[in-house]
C-alpha cells in the first residue's frame, strides 16, 4: 500500500510498472489538489498506532519533514540513492529525495524581460488580481512558505506575504489553478510548478515560462512507514521509485525537472540554469509550523 501526493497521471504508470517488474501487487492512495500532500500526512499520523499503508510518496518534502518529526518513518538507505547529493538523504535515512522541480514564473502574454524574486510581487506594475500564486498552506505552495521563513526570519518572511495580500494578489487553491488562470488570460503572472508549466506548454498553451531571480528545487520524497505491515516489499517500491528507469519516466512525462541519475534525459522546460535558493530540511522543518500558524491567520483574516 502506497500513500502518494503525486498526481495519479504521472504515478500510476511508474507504479504499474513496478507490478510488472516484481509481480507485487500496489494499492494506491492518492491525494486530491486543494489539500495536496496535507490529508495524507493527517490520515498517516491518525494511523500511527495501527499502520495501513507502507510507503509514503510525497511530490515536495514538507510534509514529510513534519511527519519525520512525529516518528512516523522508519530507516531504510536505498542503494539507488547512494550517490544522491546530501540534501536529498536524510540523515537519519527516514526519507530519501528524488525527482526535483522548479518554482517557476507563467504569463501570457510574455512579461517584459526582467528577472523577477519572489520579494517583488508587490512592487510589480500589475494589479493585484492580475497575479496569482498557490495557496501557501498546502503542498509546496507550504514548502515555498516554510523556506522563506527559514531564509527570511519569521518578522521579514510574514511581511513578505503580507504584501502580497495588501496588494491583493490571488491565493489559488493549487499550482494546477494558477497555471490555468494565467493560460485563460484571468491573470497575467503565475508562480507554479514546472511540472504544471510543463504540462500546459505540451497541451500547445502559448505561455511564457521563466524563472525567478532565485528559486526553488522541490524534491519529491518517499519513507518507508514505521510499523508498515509488508515492510519488504515496501523497501522494494521505494528500490523502484528511486531508481533511473522511474527518474527518466518521470522526466519524460514532465513531472521531474531534474536528473539524479547519469544518463537520463534533460527536462521539458527550456530553461538556462537557475539559481537555487539553498534549502537545509532540518531548518525548514524548525519552521514549517510557525509559518503555517502565522500564515494561516492572517488568510483567514
Not at 540523515?91 to 528524488?98: E, I, L, V, Y
Not at 507550504?142 to 518572511?157: C, H, I, N, T
Not at 504584501?163 to 494558477?178: E, H, I, M
Not at 503565475?190 to 521563466?210: M, Q
Request: proline share 8%; aromatic share 8%; charged share 25%.
Amino acid at each position: 500500500m502506497v500513500y502518494t501526493s503525486v498526481d495519479q497521471r504521472h504515478a500510476e504508470p511508474i507504479l504499474d510498472a513496478f507490478e510488472k517488474r516484481s509481480g507485487i501487487r500496489v494499492r494506491a492512495v492518492y491525494d486530491v489538489e486543494a489539500t495536496k500532500t496535507t490529508g495524507l500526512a493527517n490520515r498517516i499520523l491518525a494511523e500511527v498506532d495501527r499502520p495501513v499503508a507502507d510507503v509514503f510518496w510525497n511530490g515536495e518534502m514538507v510534509q514529510t519533514l513534519r511527519l519525520k518529526a512525529h516518528g512516523a518513518f522508519a530507516p531504510y538507505a536505498s542503494a539507488q540513492a547512494k550517490d544522491f547529493p546530501a540534501e536529498f538523504r536524510d540523515p537519519d535515512a527516514k526519507w530519501t529525495g528524488f525527482g526535483p522541480r522548479y518554482r517557476v514564473w507563467m504569463s501570457v502574454p510574455a512579461f517584459p524581460p526582467r528577472t523577477i524574486g519572489f520579494e517583488d510581487l508587490a512592487k510589480l506594475d500589475l494589479p493585484g488580481n492580475r497575479i496569482a500564486i498557490s495557496m501557501p498552506l498546502f503542498g509546496t505552495g507550504s514548502f515555498q512558505a516554510a523556506a522563506l521563513f527559514a531564509r527570511l526570519g519569521d518578522e521579514k518572511a510574514a511581511a513578505l506575504y503580507q504584501s502580497y495580500l495588501d496588494k491583493g494578489v490571488r491565493f489559488a487553491p493549487g499550482n494546477a489553478t494558477v497555471r490555468d488562470w494565467v493560460v485563460a488570460g484571468q491573470v497575467t503572472l503565475g508562480l507554479t510548478d514546472s511540472d504544471d508549466a510543463c504540462g500546459a506548454i505540451r497541451k500547445g498553451a502559448k505561455a511564457h515560462v521563466f524563472l525567478p531571480r532565485e528559486t526553488l528545487a522541490i524534491p519529491q520524497t518517499v519513507a518507508l512507514i514505521a510499523g508498515a505491515p509488508h515492510p519488504e516489499t515496501g523497501r522494494a517500491l521505494i528500490d523502484h521509485l528511486l531508481g533511473p528507469d522511474t527518474e527518466r519516466a518521470l522526466i519524460e512525462s514532465g513531472f521531474a525537472q531534474v536528473a539524479l541519475h547519469k544518463g537520463s534525459p534533460p527536462g521539458c522546460l527550456d530553461l538556462p540554469a537557475p539559481k537555487v535558493i539553498p534549502v537545509d530540511p532540518k531548518t525548514i522543518a524548525e519552521h514549517l509550523d510557525r509559518a503555517h500558524a502565522d500564515l494561516k491567520e492572517r488568510i483567514v483574516r
